[in-house]
């Protein structure tokens, strides 16, 4: 069996890759898909997009649908929200009309990052009452004891 003491630490750090359950069944996994997984992380979470397609938005991820934002980001998130209202105010001030519309596309994107970090805190707080199964109620055959002799 391998184990971290067995194998060396750059081949055991494969392991916990991407991959790293086909590996473990024996099967090869490319370099080519790790780097893909590996790329797929961005600074505010995780974009979706398909396997070796490029990005249309210009790595504008607040911009793109496909990003997967991280709560743990949701600071940072606040923060470029921030930038973007003072980078708006800044270019109505200045007359720069061009620059106003593409800010106010990539607010409107951090603004629903914003939202779905909230609705995903929301559903995670929020507690689902199972109950608990009717013992007396069970699907079960009932035992009776034999008399002993």
């Not at 061009?98 to 409107?108: C, M, P």
């Not at 995903?120 to 707080?125: G, I, K, M």
Request: charged share 25%; aromatic share 4%.
């Amino acid at each position: 069996m391998l184990t971290p003491k067995t194998v060396p630490t750059a081949a055991w750090s494969a392991f916990d890759s991407p991959g790293a359950p086909a590996r473990r069944w024996g099967l090869k996994v490319s370099t080519a898909d790790s780097k893909h997984f590996e790329k797929r992380k961005v600074s505010i979470g995780t974009c979706t997009r398909a396997f070796s397609s490029p990005c249309i938005h210009e790595h504008a991820c607040v911009r793109s649908s496909l990003l997967r934002p991280d709560p743990a980001q949701r600071s940072r998130l606040e923060e470029i929200r921030d930038n973007l209202v003072a980078r708006i105010a800044e270019a109505e001030r200045e007359g720069w009309l061009d620059e106003v519309e593409g800010l106010r596309v990539s607010l409107a994107g951090a603004k629903d990052k914003l939202a779905q970090v909230s609705a995903l805190a929301e559903r995670q707080s929020a507690a689902v009452q199972l109950g608990l199964p009717g013992f007396s109620r069970s699907g079960g055959t009932a035992v009776t004891p034999r008399p002993t002799s």
